[in-house]
């Protein structure tokens, strides 16, 4: 067997390891590299001469790229007959609106036996020669499209200070942290406490901007100092201008905070 795959990835270093994996599960596989939307929708139309023939058994996308979106791309490679599997930095609470579209994807970093599984499947709808286009095909990918539209993204905060209310820009926000059933909010100035609960607000964040690094906070990127680990051997980390305020990082969220998304 020798699939040909498409593999865009905007990210060297990422698209070299999952090409090596690649390798190693498939090292008769041909594949086509591409870093951005654009190249990869160029190398669709350029298929082998035959319009009606798939250009590509399978194509790994990244759903962040330059250019044409991972998105768009999905949708060219569905309507020539290729196999799709997005890859992305997604949290895990995304991972419904990717089952919900009825496409496979995988999460990074990516772990090998996840991917095992993943060309498992492909292997086998490329064995029985099971349509990789179609009204279905479709269908899931609109549904993904629709569950992945970004929410409102919060502006302002009304948080309250004493007895004050004020009425806080997210912009200056540098971490929300748990206090039980509501949120307290710091910033460079001091903290304040907010009535909705992480769980409530990280819908409302924008994810690029906004991580959650432990069941307790959510930090925004910009504002990270450092992680360290502290003398019980747990990470820890520490914002630029608030260094008194040291914040937990759980184990989970640590691969996304060392590969940078």
Do not use: N
């Amino acid at each position: 067997m020798s699939p040909r795959v498409l593999l865009v990835e905007d990210e060297a270093p990422q698209r070299a390891a999952l090409l090596a994996a690649l390798r190693a599960h498939w090292p008769h596989a041909s594949v086509r590299e591409a870093g951005d939307g654009d190249a990869a929708l160029a190398a669709l139309a350029d298929g082998s001469g035959d319009s009606s023939a798939p250009p590509f058994d399978v194509a790994f996308l990244d759903i962040r790229l330059p250019g044409a979106s991972g998105l768009a791309v999905a949708r060219a490679a569905i309507a020539r007959g290729v196999r799709v599997v997005f890859t992305t930095a997604y949290d895990q609470h995304a991972v419904e609106a990717f089952e919900q579209g009825a496409v496979d994807y995988l999460l990074k970093p990516i772990r090998p036996e996840r991917l095992a599984d993943t060309l498992r499947r492909v292997e086998a709808a490329l064995a029985t020669g099971a349509a990789a286009a179609g009204p279905s095909a479709a269908a899931g990918l609109d549904a993904l499209i629709a569950a992945l539209q970004p929410a409102r993204r919060l502006q302002w905060i009304s948080a309250s200070l004493g007895d004050t209310l004020k009425l806080i820009a997210v912009d200056e926000v540098l971490a929300f942290r748990a206090e039980d059933k509501m949120s307290r909010l710091v910033t460079a100035d001091g903290d304040a406490v907010i009535r909705p609960s992480l769980k409530e607000l990280l819908p409302q964040l924008d994810p690029e901007r906004f991580w959650q690094v432990h069941r307790s906070a959510i930090v925004q990127v910009a504002a990270i100092a450092h992680v360290k680990r502290d003398e019980l051997g747990r990470h820890v980390l520490r914002l630029k201008q608030r260094p008194d305020e040291p914040i937990p990082v759980s184990r989970a969220f640590l691969p996304r905070l060392r590969d940078g998304g």
